[in-house]
């Protein structure tokens, strides 16, 4: 709890919460635990405290923006891909406490595991009575997120625009084919194509299938012209 607190930099009152949020289900299926002592439940509280905190800051940062404009930003900002690189920068991934064989198989580095995890923490900051403080780390930790991804929205967005756009030549829409992936199942690397009408458009490559296919898709809209190459 003191390296959590030191993450945070926010007391911890009641530390069975906490230790509820770091606890993966493999772990309380080989202890023979209750369900409810893993951090499922926590999650699902978080995913809301993330929404709103994440909308809150949105809200304030951007007083300018539509609706869907804020949407657009708040989805990609919550995706578990930037909640598992946030969870490995802070340290947080290290703490999960996992069953042997997940931990043999390397489960602490999958993207859905962190991104879990993180969002348990923030239901339990909550649960604690620490909205505010957590109001405040967040703004802090997310800043720069939100302003890279306000900055370069198209490149995070390039499979809704492509399709927007073939959309508007025909009913034909773009099709993502996975290619191969490489490497140790917590660490992969996927390969994806994107064909349209039957001819290969782009390729791209990430460390998960929507990652892989938004980089595809955004390599295709520069070659349609969707989006001026920034290079």
Known sequence: ??????IFGIKIENSDIFLKALTHPSYTKEKELSYVE????????????????????LYRKYPDYAEGELSKIRSIVVSDNTLFHLANEIGLSD???????????????????????FEA?????????????LLAFLQNLFMPYIAEVDKNVEKYNAKAMLQEYTQGINKDLPVYVMKSETGPAHNKTFYVEVEYRGEIIASGEGKSKKEAEQKAAYEAC??????????
Not at 121 to 133: H, I, M, S, T
């Open 222 to 231: 520069k070659k349609f012209g969707v989006i001026k190459c920034q290079e």
């Open 1 to 6: 709890m003191k390296t959590l607190e030191d």
């Open 121 to 133: 923490v923030l239901g339990a900051f909550y649960l604690d009575g620490k909205l505010n403080e």
């Open 95 to 117: 703490l999960i406490r996992l069953g042997k064989h997940e931990e043999k198989q390397g489960c602490r580095k999958l993207e859905s595991v962190c991104a879990c995890a």
């Open 38 to 57: 893993n951090y499922e439940r926590l999650e699902f509280l978080g995913d809301a405290v993330l929404k709103l905190v994440i909308s809150d800051i």
